[in-house]
C-alpha cells in the first residue's frame, strides 16, 4: 500500500512539474467547444441543448492527448523500466498513475464547465452533482485510459492508436455522463439520474480492478 | 516456446476446408428453405425471411468474440503462441461477421422502420464491437514484437469483451427514451428449422475459417520468429 | 568482466540477467534463483546499470535517489544516505538541478548512485565507464572497488580490457551470442575478441 | 413500394435479396481471401524451411 502512496507521490510531483502541458490540454479542449458551437450554429437553443453532449465531447478528446503525455515522462530514460526493476509493483505504479490523471481529467473538466456555460447558455445546474459526474465520468476515462496509454506510448503512431482503442471501449461512460449531465442541468423528471450514476460507478469499480490486474502484463517486456 | 507454435493438426490440411465446405453447404440449403418453402410472416411479410441470415449470423459473431475471449485468457495465462494465434483468427472472423450483421440490420430496419438504422440495442452494441476489435486488430499491425504483442492484444481483448454487457445495457437505456423497443424478431416454430440449419451452416463456416486464419497466423509467426542458427 | 565487439550479446545478457529482457530459450540464474520463476525474488537482490539511465529529467538528482529509497521502503535509506551516495559520485553540488540539464557524464554518475543506494548482491553494470571523463573512470573504479568491499559480486560489461583486468577476477569474451573466450582476467588476451 | 410501419408489409423482396446478397458476398469473399492467403503462406513457407 505504501508502495501506491509512493507512486501517487511521484505521478503528482510529475504532473506539476509539467504542468504546462495541462494549460495545452484545457486549450485544446476550449477550443473544441468553440468549434462545435461553430459548426451548429448561434442558435442559443441547439446549443443550450447539446451542451452536455459536448462539453464531454471535449473532455473526451482533450483527455486522449492528456492520457497520451501522461506516460512521456516515464518511457524518456526508461525511467519506469528502472522503477519496475527495483522492485515496484506493477499494481502500485498503475494506480498511482491512474489517480493521478484522474485528477487531472477531472480538474480538466471542472474548468471546461465554465466555458460550456458561457459559449452554450448552459444553465450549470447543481454544481455539487455536476462535480461528481465529472468525477465519475473522468475515472471511467482514466483507468482503462492509463492502461491504453502505457501500451501506445511504446508504440510509433500511439496517437492514434489511443483514441482508436479508448473511444469504442468509453461508450457507456460517454453515454451515461452526457445524459446524466444534462439531467442536471436541466432537471431530471423522471429520476434517471440515478441509474445512469450507477451505470458509470459500475464501469470504473470493473475498470479499476481490471486493468489493475493486467496492467503489470503490459509493462513487462 | 517459440516452437509450439503450430497446430497439433498441421499436417492434414483438408478439415478445415472441409468442415467450412460442409458448413456453406448448409447455408445453402437453410436459405433456400427459408426464401422458398417457409410461410410469409403475418406482419412482416417477406422482409422477415432476412431473420432467417441475421439471427444465425448474429449467434455467431457474438460465438466468435466469446471465442476470442477465452483464446485471450489462455494465452495470457499458458504463454506460447498457440492461443495467440486462434486469438487473431477469431478476432478478424468476428470483426467480419460483425460487419456483416450490420449490414443486414440495416437492410432489414429499411423496410421495417423507414430508417436504415434504428439505434437497436443489439446492433449498436455489435456496432461497438466492430470498432473495438477493429482497433485492437489495428494494435496488432502496430506492434512488432511477436510477444509483446500476444500479450498485448490478449489484454486489450479480455478488456473489450467485458464491456459488451455495459455497452448493450447504456445503449438500451439510452435508447428507450427515443422509442419503444423495437419489436424483438419473433420466430414462431414454423420458421424455425431454416434459422437452426443456417446457424449451424454459418458455424461450421466459421470454425472451419477460424482454423485456416489461425494457421495464416503460424505461418507468419513461424518466419518471423526464425530460430536462431543453430550454434556450431 | 564481459567483453566482446558491439552486438557480441553483452547488453542482452545483462538484461536477460536483471529480469528486464525475458529469455525467449533457455534459463538464466543469478544469484542461485532462476530470472523467471524467482523474477520478484532476483529483483530484490540485483542492481542493473543500464546504457539508459533510468531517470526522471523532470525530478532532480536527489528526487531521483529519494524515489528509489522509498519505493525500496528502507528506513535508513533516507535523504542524508542520498546525499552521502551523491557525494561519493560527485553530484552533491548539483543534487537539486532537474536532470534534464545533466551531461551525458553526469547522468551515468546518477545512474551509479543509483545502483550504490540499492547495495545489491549483485551488480549488473553496462558500460559503467561510457561517456565518463578520466576523473569519472577513477570513480568507477572506486564503486567498483566499493561494491566488491561491501561483498557485491559485480558483472561489468566493458571494452577497457585494461582496466578490466586491473579490477575483476575473471573475464568472458562474447561473439555472437556465444561465449568465445572464458578464464581469469589476468590473462585476458589485449585484444581478445575485440580485433578482428 | 413497401407500406411501412404498422401495417402489414407487402413486398419487400429487394431488401430480402439485397440481405443475401450482401451476406453471400462477404462470407464467400472472406473465405476466398483466407483460402488465398493460407495457399500464399504455405508457399512461402514450402519454399523455406520444409
Redesign the interface.
Known amino acids: 500500500m ?2 501506491a502512496l ?1 507512486a501517487l ?2 505521478d503528482a ?2 504532473q506539476w ?2 504542468r504546462g502541458r495541462f494549460v495545452a490540454v484545457f486549450v485544446f479542449g476550449a477550443t473544441a467547444l468553440l468549434l462545435f458551437s461553430f459548426a451548429i450554429g448561434p442558435s442559443a437553443g441547439a446549443l443550450r441543448q447539446h451542451a452536455a453532449g459536448f462539453l464531454w465531447l471535449a473532455l473526451m478528446l482533450a483527455s486522449t492527448l492528456a492520457l497520451g503525455d501522461s506516460f512521456h ?1 516515464e518511457m ?4 519506469l ?3 519496475v ?4 509493483s506493477p499494481v502500485a505504479l498503475y494506480y498511482g498513475k491512474a489517480l493521478a490523471n484522474w485528477a487531472q481529467l477531472a480538474l480538466l473538466g471542472v474548468a471546461l464547465v465554465p466555458f460550456m456555460v458561457v459559449l452554450y447558455d448552459a444553465p450549470p445546474g447543481g454544481a455539487l452533482p455536476l462535480i461528481g459526474l465529472i468525477l465519475l465520468g473522468t475515472a471511467g476515462l482514466s483507468f ?1 485510459g492509463t ?2 496509454a502505457a ?2 506510448v ?4 500511439s496517437q492514434t ?1 489511443l483514441p ?2 479508448l ?3 468509453v ?2 461512460v460517454l ?2 455522463a452526457v ?1 446524466a449531465t444534462s439531467l442536471v442541468m436541466t432537471g431530471d423528471p423522471m429520476d ?1 439520474l440515478r ?2 450514476t450507477l ?1 458509470l460507478v ?2 470504473d469499480l ?2 479499476a480492478s ?2 489493475g490486474l ?1 496492467f503489470g ?2 509493462v ?2 | 516456446m517459440a516452437t509450439a507454435v503450430m497446430d497439433t493438426k498441421t499436417s492434414d490440411t483438408s478439415t478445415p476446408y472441409m468442415v467450412a465446405g460442409a458448413g456453406l453447404l448448409l447455408l445453402v440449403v437453410g436459405s433456400y428453405w427459408g426464401l422458398a418453402y417457409a410461410p410469409r410472416e403475418t406482419y412482416m411479410g417477406d422482409v422477415q425471411r432476412i431473420m432467417y441470415v441475421h439471427v444465425p449470423t448474429a449467434w455467431n459473431a457474438m460465438l466468435a468474440f466469446t471465442f476470442a475471449f477465452g483464446c485471450a485468457i489462455a494465452s495470457l495465462i499458458r504463454g506460447g503462441y498457440r492461443w495467440d494465434t486462434r486469438l487473431e483468427a477469431s478476432m478478424e472472423v468476428g470483426v467480419v461477421l460483425s460487419t456483416l450483421l450490420c449490414i443486414q440490420g440495416a437492410i432489414w430496419a429499411k423496410p421495417t422502420w423507414g430508417v436504415w438504422w434504428d439505434w437497436d440495442p443489439r446492433l449498436t452494441t455489435t456496432a461497438v464491437l466492430v470498432l473495438a476489435f477493429s482497433g485492437i486488430i489495428a494494435l496488432r499491425s502496430f506492434v512488432d514484437d511477436p510477444g509483446r504483442r500476444a500479450v498485448w492484444s490478449a489484454v486489450a481483448a479480455i478488456i473489450a469483451y467485458v464491456d459488451v454487457p455495459i455497452v448493450y445495457f447504456s445503449v438500451k437505456w439510452w435508447n428507450s427514451l427515443h422509442q419503444m423497443q423495437s419489436t424483438p424478431e419473433t420466430v414462431s416454430k414454423a420458421f424455425h428449422w431454416p434459422l437452426r440449419i443456417n446457424a449451424i451452416g454459418i458455424l461450421l463456416l466459421m470454425w472451419g475459417l477460424i482454423a485456416l486464419r489461425a494457421r495464416i497466423a503460424a505461418l507468419r509467426l513461424e518466419r518471423q520468429l526464425q530460430p536462431p542458427p543453430e550454434a556450431a | 568482466m564481459l567483453a566482446g565487439r558491439n552486438g557480441s550479446g553483452k547488453s542482452t545478457l545483462l538484461r536477460v540477467l536483471a529480469t528486464a529482457l525475458r529469455p525467449d530459450l533457455g534459463t538464466a540464474r543469478v544469484a542461485g534463483l532462476d530470472v523467471v520463476h524467482d523474477r520478484d525474488e532476483v529483483r530484490s537482490r540485483v542492481a542493473l546499470l543500464d546504457h539508459k539511465s533510468q531517470v526522471y529529467d523532470v525530478f532532480s538528482a536527489l528526487e531521483n535517489l529519494e524515489l528509489v529509497a522509498r519505493f525500496l521502503g528502507d528506513p535508513k535509506r533516507d535523504r542524508a544516505r542520498c546525499m552521502a551516495v551523491l557525494e561519493e559520485v560527485g553530484l552533491a553540488d548539483r543534487a537539486r538541478g532537474p536532470v534534464a540539464e545533466f551531461s551525458a557524464g553526469m547522468r551515468k554518475r546518477l545512474a551509479l548512485a543509483r545502483v550504490l543506494l540499492k547495495a545489491p548482491d549483485v551488480a549488473l553494470l553496462d558500460e559503467p565507464y561510457g561517456e565518463l571523463d578520466p576523473p569519472g573512470f577513477r570513480l568507477v573504479d572506486g564503486v567498483l572497488d566499493r561494491l566488491r568491499r561491501q561483498g557485491s559480486t559485480v558483472v561489468m560489461a566493458t571494452h577497457l580490457v585494461d582496466r578490466g583486468r586491473e579490477h575483476c577476477d575473471r573475464a568472458l569474451v562474447l561473439a555472437a551470442g556465444g561465449v568465445e573466450w572464458d578464464g581469469a582476467a589476468r590473462q585476458l588476451p589485449a585484444d581478445a575478441g575485440i580485433v578482428a | 413500394m413497401t407500406g411501412i410501419g404498422v401495417g402489414v408489409i407487402e413486398g419487400g423482396w429487394e431488401f430480402v435479396w439485397g440481405a443475401y446478397g450482401a451476406s453471400a458476398v462477404i462470407l464467400i469473399g472472406y473465405a476466398v481471401s483466407i483460402h488465398r492467403r493460407y495457399r500464399a503462406e504455405r508457399r512461402r513457407t514450402g519454399q523455406g524451411a520444409r
Not at chain 1, 524518456?76 to 525511467?79: D, H, K, Q, T
Not at chain 1, 511504446?154 to 503512431?157: I, M, P, S, T, Y
Request: one cysteine or more; a positive charge; glycine letters at 6%.
Open positions: 505504501t508502495q509512493v507521490r511521484k510531483l510529475l512539474r509539467t515522462g524518456e530514460n526508461r525511467a523500466e528502472g522503477l526493476l527495483l522492485p515496484a482503462p492502461l491504453y501500451m501506445t511504446q508504440v510509433r503512431g492508436l482508436l482503442l473511444f469504442p471501449l461508450v457507456p453515454l451515461a445524459s434517471q441509474s445512469w451505470l459500475c464501469f470493473i475498470y481490471l486493468c493486467l502484463r503490459v513487462e517486456s
